[in-house]
């Protein structure tokens, strides 16, 4: 593939061009490996679901922005032709009343465990802010999207 006259570009792995991909598993892996080697180190790793009715890609782009504004690192991010949404992210502790703020305001709808999970952490941080302010929490977060007719005539799914 030329992008110029001036060079081309050799793809790598054109095989799999259609196909979905994401680097969840390789980050999952590499962080399960460091909180075995440091059980300390993340001592904060959430996993979340939630449910939205926005458009998966338009979700993503709106998360990955803001996650970033507040000083977070989106790790990976991914969404499926389901509609499943993935992102992978981390972000200093004092900013976690920021991501729970944009969360609500993307339209994520949190599970009652997801949201039971980030009050903890904001109350926790809150309390602890001098000792704990820059340690790091990490969020692996699924996002089921729906179409808004799905969710509005209950056809959505259940989730805990």
């Known amino acids: 593939m030329c992008q110029s006259e001036a060079g081309c570009v050799r793809l790598r792995y054109t095989h799999n061009v259609g196909l979905w991909a994401s680097d969840k598993w390789d980050v999952r892996r590499a962080a399960q490996e460091m909180s075995s080697k440091f059980p300390e180190s993340i001592p904060w790793a959430m996993q979340l679901k939630a449910v939205s009715s926005e458009?998966?890609?338009?979700?993503?782009?709106?998360?990955?922005?803001?996650?970033l504004?507040?000083?977070?690192?989106?790790?990976?991010?991914g969404a499926s032709d389901s509609g499943l949404v993935n992102m992978l992210f981390e972000?200093?502790?004092?900013?976690?009343l920021d991501i729970y703020s944009i969360l609500i305001a993307a339209g994520v709808e949190l599970s009652p465990l997801g949201h039971r999970r980030l009050t903890e952490l904001c109350q926790c941080t809150?309390?602890?802010r001098e000792s704990c302010g820059t340690e790091i929490a990490s969020m692996d977060l699924e996002?089921?999207?729906?179409?808004?007719?799905?969710?509005?005539?209950?056809?959505?799914?259940?989730?805990?």
């Open 55 to 67: 458009e998966p890609s338009r979700l993503v782009r709106m998360l990955t922005g803001a996650i």
């Open 69 to 77: 504004g507040c000083g977070g690192w989106v790790l990976s991010r």
């Open 91 to 96: 972000f200093e502790r004092q900013a976690c």
């Open 126 to 128: 809150r309390t602890q």
């Open 143 to 160: 996002i089921q999207t729906f179409p808004v007719g799905a969710l509005e005539s209950g056809k959505g799914t259940e989730f805990v």
